[in-house]
């Protein structure tokens, strides 16, 4: 199956708008969300085009295709609007590795994950892929409000590959390939 996986979309239309696009256009199967799906949060600057309203509305159509995760930024109220489901953590098998997904405003990445094969998390805006003991820790950066001049970017996760891409481009900004079990 192919995932695309993203973070930290804070309300921002038009990169929904983007990201909805790569998603149809390149036949994903799944939509996954990371977090901070509607608000922009006190730390952050307001999106260029921050439209929450019109967000819930784009997403709201995708609701068997999407998996979410609860962010920092999300509230009880963004739950009540969103016709799926919002997750604070979730552990399931993506593409025949155990994956673990959450936001990451809590992530230890000294936690022994036993048996898990992948973390996926945002919260940091910075995408990174990296390996601590036997686990990777990938991170698809922010869609929306990207720091360390980053490019907004999401993830393409298919069969044993996953590659960080940018929003804007479509550059391949980092890749890995995890060897299968």
Same mark, same amino acid.
């Given at each position: 199956m192919k995932y695309l996986i993203f973070s930290d979309s804070h309300g921002d239309l038009k990169s929904?708008? &983007?990201i909805l696009s790569i998603f149809d256009n390149n036949k994903y199967d799944y939509l996954i969300h990371l977090g901070d799906v509607l608000y /922009?949060? !006190?730390? %952050? +600057?307001? !999106?260029n085009s921050y439209s929450p309203k019109e967000v819930i509305k784009c997403l709201n159509k995708y609701t068997d295709k999407i998996i979410c995760i609860k962010g %920092?930024?999300?509230?009880?109220? +963004?739950e009540m609007v969103l016709?799926? &489901?919002? &997750? &604070?953590k979730i552990d399931l098998?993506? %593409?025949?590795? /155990?994956?673990h997904l959450e936001h990451g405003h809590h992530l230890n990445k000294n936690k022994i994950f036993n048996d898990t094969d992948i973390v996926f998390y945002g919260h940091t805006h910075v995408s990174k892929i990296e390996k601590i003991n036997n686990t990777y820790f990938i991170n698809p950066g922010s869609i929306s409000i990207p720091k360390e001049n980053q490019s907004p970017s999401f993830i393409c996760f298919k069969d044993n590959k996953i590659q960080i891409i940018?929003?804007?481009s479509d550059e391949?900004?980092?890749?890995?390939?995890i060897p299968n079990k």
């Amino acid at each position: 199956m192919k995932y695309l996986i993203f973070s930290d979309s804070h309300g921002d239309l038009k990169s929904i708008i &983007k990201i909805l696009s790569i998603f149809d256009n390149n036949k994903y199967d799944y939509l996954i969300h990371l977090g901070d799906v509607l608000y /922009h949060g !006190p730390r %952050n +600057d307001l !999106p260029n085009s921050y439209s929450p309203k019109e967000v819930i509305k784009c997403l709201n159509k995708y609701t068997d295709k999407i998996i979410c995760i609860k962010g %920092n930024c999300d509230a009880e109220v +963004d739950e009540m609007v969103l016709s799926f &489901k919002i &997750k &604070k953590k979730i552990d399931l098998d993506i %593409n025949g590795f /155990h994956s673990h997904l959450e936001h990451g405003h809590h992530l230890n990445k000294n936690k022994i994950f036993n048996d898990t094969d992948i973390v996926f998390y945002g919260h940091t805006h910075v995408s990174k892929i990296e390996k601590i003991n036997n686990t990777y820790f990938i991170n698809p950066g922010s869609i929306s409000i990207p720091k360390e001049n980053q490019s907004p970017s999401f993830i393409c996760f298919k069969d044993n590959k996953i590659q960080i891409i940018s929003l804007l481009s479509d550059e391949i900004i980092q890749e890995v390939t995890i060897p299968n079990k």
